[in-house]
Structures are given as structure tokens and as C-alpha cells.
């Protein structure tokens, strides 16, 4: 059997018009596959050097296979079907390290071609380190080394504002565009470099913050003889990642032009602000997963794939977020219910096997983001707590009991929650408190939730009767009952 290269596959190359820092799993399941959609759809012949900003030597360069490897892309279609789909990615023409060839890497700045620079060197690689010098052979952190490289640009084109570039980052940090500017013009005051190279990045370059939203499963290890046979050649880049993927980018009209996105298909949005979708994102996908785990953990199932093949909970699912999550949120209601469903097909995943108990980590804090925003403006436009938010509350609760059908549940979260819960726990079992005080002490918690949870109408009586309905009747009934099933 071969291996996948140039050589014994032919693959169309294309001008390289992108660089970008970072050479694994996630940018090449999300960015370089929606290139290489764009390069075979739109004709935006554009080609990606990809910059190892780490100093190491695995995994092994790319261009052992000439840039090449397959995308295994697996989940619950638009119409409602599995599907596998195996792609060969050609959109990366060379692998680099910047530690072994900076003046390569240099080099790059005097290609006039390069337009584009995409980015993903984990939430820590944005930062800010004062004893970065401009003299490194590379400095050390990845805006230093892009300082370097964009200084390099800005000499050789004498700062001519038609070599600015896109600069889109794909960090996991908020509005990541903006952040990743400001260090760099951080560099430039530590650096003492020049006031007009301060300027060609003010007015030549645009920075965009983004929101990215993809699973990437990764190197298939043990499946990958079985998908190497399928596929007809060894593959050791091979990368697998859900059907659903959403890259949203704060920029202008230019920036769809530039990328040739004009009557494409691809769920790439160019828009005025992320932060609607970034909402959205928490709401809808991020809130359902925090609804769910503990209705379901404590009607005995494991994982979000369970939970959804269980009518009673996937119909709790699709309620909640129906009538109680989108209503509260900003954006046209059709998409909202569009990108909702979408969130289902994704925990219908049969790729995928994400236990709950790995989602429930730290569920107090992600309470307050991604449902408590929603609570509140249910109770505020209807004058009274949402019925199912208020019982997925009293399921957490329940779940910080620690306790499922006699079986230890693995809590972890900020230790004031632990011993909070340990100690109300206790103090209900010995009937020294009743389910109403219990609720009325976490509510009280005021520097957690950041309001009066206590003087939301009907939220802690609705709470605590479910918590007590919860201990007397199974979640599962309760449940069932609540949704009318």
C-alpha cells in the first residue's frame, strides 16, 4: 500500500497566499479543509505555509507526505443521516519550524502573495512576554514571532499599504483579533520600532476576532488500518472531526471577496460583531449540555449520544431550548432554531462518545454563563422563572448530593461548592434543614450567581419542588412528568 503523496497521487498546488502558525489537528480539520473547499469550489488558488511555532520535532513534518493527508469528516447530516466523508486535503504546500529555519520563515515576508494569516496556538499563545527581544532567532511568544515576521513584510515592501494582510486568529480567547493587536503593539513600544511601522499595522493590516466551532476527534489511532484500507494508502497525518463545523469572522466585505465566499456554501460568516454568535453558541449548544447532565446523569445514562436516543430527555432538550433559550436570545429566530437543531444533530453523533460526566466539571460556574443570562430574561418578560430551567437547577443541586443509586458521582469544581454541598447534604439527610432552606442557601450565594437569585419570581419555590419532588419520585418521573410524556 502506498503513502499518500505527490508522487503516487496526483493533487492539484496551489500559490501560496496563507501562513499560518500552528500545524495541528484543529486547523487542519477546520481551516485548511475549508481552504481546500474554497480552492476547488471558488478557484482561490490559495496555498498554506504552515509555521511550527513550537520548538519540537513531533509529530513529523508534513511534507514527509508533500503536505497531503486525509480529512475523515463523520456525523448526523441536514437530512438527518450518518455520514462518513474522506477527503484529500491539498491545500498545504510546506511545513516549517521556526526554530530550524527563521530565515526561511523570514522569507516568507517578501512573498508578495500572501494575503492571509490564520492562527492557532492554543488560548495561552496569545500573550504578552517583556523579555521577548527583537533580536531572537525566533522571539518567544507567537505574537513576538509575528511582530518579527510582519516587521520583515513592512521593510521589504517599504511599507507599501497594498502588502497589509487578514490577520484572523483562531485562539479560543474573546475577540482574539483585538487582543492579538494590542500585544503587537505592545512589541513595537518594547522594541522601540518605528512610529510608520506602528501606523502600516493600524491602517494596512485588519485584524479579525473570530469564533470557531468544530469537534476534532484527531489521529484516528485505532481505527486507522481500518480507514487506511478504506481509503487505499497509509496516511500517518490522517485527522478526523465532526460534520458540523461554524467559523465566524469579525471583518469587512473585503475580507468575503478576498476569500471568494460569493454564492459559496460553506458556514463561514463574515459579520460586524461576533458577539451575537458567540451568545448564541453559549446558549444554545453550551446551556443544552449543561441542562442536560444532570437530568440525564441521574436517570442512569452516561453519554450526550444516550441521552438523545432517550425520548423523555431529548424531548426536555428540545423544549428547553424551543420555549425558554431562544426566545431570550437576539438574533432572527429562524436561525437561532436552525443552529438549534444543528446542536442536536451533533449529540446524535454516533462518532462520538462524550460522557457526561466530563461536561458536568466546574457545572456551577458554567451555570451562571451559559443559563442563568436566559433565566433571567424569561423571568423578566414572562414574570416568573422558565419551569425547565428551574428543574435542570434542581437537578444540579441534586447532582452535587454526589450520589447516584448509591454510586459515588465524581464532583469536581471550586472547593467553597464541595464543602457547601458536603455540609446542606448532610444537614437535609439529618432534617436539620428542609429542600426550601437548602435552595434559599446556595441562592444567597450572591458573589457566585452576581444577582439575587432569591427575588426572582417563583424561581427558588419551583426549585425546591422539584428538588423534592426529585427525592421522593426519581429525576426520571419528574422529568417525564414535566414534559408531559
Known amino acids: 500500500m502506498n503513502v499518500l503523496n505527490r508522487t503516487h497521487f ?126 531572537d532567532t525566533p522571539a518567544g511568544t507567537f505574537p513576538a514571532k509575528l511582530t518579527q515576521w510582519l516587521h520583515a513584510r513592512f521593510t521589504a515592501f517599504q511599507g507599501a499599504s497594498d502588502k497589509g494582510l487578514f490577520i484572523i486568529p483562531c485562539e479560543l480567547i474573546d475577540y482574539n483579533g483585538d487582543k492579538l493587536k494590542a500585544i503587537i503593539h505592545q512589541y513595537i513600544e518594547l522594541w522601540g520600532l518605528s512610529v510608520g511601522f506602528k501606523a502600516w499595522i493600524d491602517e494596512s493590516n485588519t485584524f479579525c476576532s473570530t469564533l470557531v466551532d468544530r469537534i476534532v476527534t484527531g489521529h484516528p489511532h485505532e481505527e486507522l488500518a481500518a480507514l487506511e484500507e478504506k481509503a487505499g494508502y497509509r496516511d500517518q497525518f490522517m485527522v478526523t472531526a465532526e460534520y458540523f463545523y461554524l467559523f465566524v469572522i469579525q471583518g469587512p466585505k473585503a475580507l468575503a471577496d478576498a476569500l471568494k465566499l460569493k454564492d459559496q456554501y460553506l458556514n463561514i460568516k463574515i459579520v460586524d460583531d461576533i458577539k451575537p454568535y458567540k451568545e448564541r453558541k453559549v446558549a444554545i449548544l453550551n446551556g443544552a449540555h449543561t441542562a442536560m447532565v444532570p437530568v440525564a446523569y441521574l436517570s442512569g445514562i452516561n453519554t450526550v449520544g444516550e441521552a438523545m436516543n432517550d425520548n423523555v430527555v431529548r424531548q426536555f432538550v428540545d423544549s428547553l431550548l424551543a420555549d425558554e433559550v431562544i426566545p431570550a436570545l437576539s438574533l432572527e429566530k429562524d436561525e437561532l432554531t436552525e443552529f438549534a437543531q444543528s446542536v442536536l444533530n451533533r449529540f ?98 450572591t458573589e457566585h450567581w452576581g444577582c439575587e437569585l432569591n427575588s426572582v419570581p417563583k424561581l427558588a419555590k419551583q426549585v425546591s419542588g422539584y428538588l423534592s419532588q426529585m427525592l421522593i419520585e426519581g429525576v426520571r418521573q419528574v422529568l417525564t412528568e414535566a414534559i408531559g410524556a
Open 10 to 135: 496526483e493533487q492539484p498546488k496551489y500559490t501560496t497566499r496563507i501562513l499560518q502558525f500552528g500545524e495541528g489537528n484543529f486547523l487542519r480539520a477546520f481551516v485548511d479543509w475549508q481552504i481546500d473547499q474554497l480552492n476547488e469550489k471558488a478557484d482561490l488558488d490559495a496555498g498554506i505555509a504552515i509555521v511550527r511555532p513550537i520548538d519540537t520535532d513531533f509529530p513529523p513534518m508534513l511534507n514527509e507526505q508533500d503536505g497531503l493527508y486525509t480529512s475523515v469528516i463523520r456525523g448526523i447530516n441536514e437530512k438527518n443521516e450518518a455520514v462518513e466523508e474522506m477527503r484529500v486535503i491539498s491545500s498545504v504546500n510546506q511545513e516549517l519550524s521556526v526554530y530550524q529555519a527563521f530565515d526561511q520563515y523570514l522569507g516568507l515576508a517578501r512573498d508578495p502573495n500572501i494575503q492571509f494569516i490564520f492562527s492557532n496556538t492554543t488560548e495561552a499563545g496569545i500573550v504578552f512576554n517583556s523579555e521577548d527581544k527583537f533580536e
Open 348 to 445: 446524535k453523533n454516533p462518532y462520538i462518545k462524550h460522557q457526561l460526566t466530563s461536561i458536568a466539571l466546574n457545572s456551577m460556574t458554567k451555570w451562571t454563563t451559559r443559563l442563568l443570562p436566559q433565566l433571567l430574561v424569561n423571568a423578566e418578560q414572562n414574570g416568573q422563572a422558565p419551569k425547565l430551567m428551574s428543574l435542570a437547577l434542581a437537578a444540579q443541586l441534586l447532582f452535587y448530593r454526589g450520589d447516584r443509586n448509591g454510586v459515588d458521582i465524581p464532583l469536581s469544581d471550586d472547593e467553597h461548592w464541595l464543602e457547601f454541598f458536603t455540609q446542606n447534604w448532610a444537614d437535609l439527610q439529618a432534617g436539620s434543614i428542609t429542600c426550601e432552606e437548602l435552595v434559599a442557601r446556595a441562592f444567597d450565594k
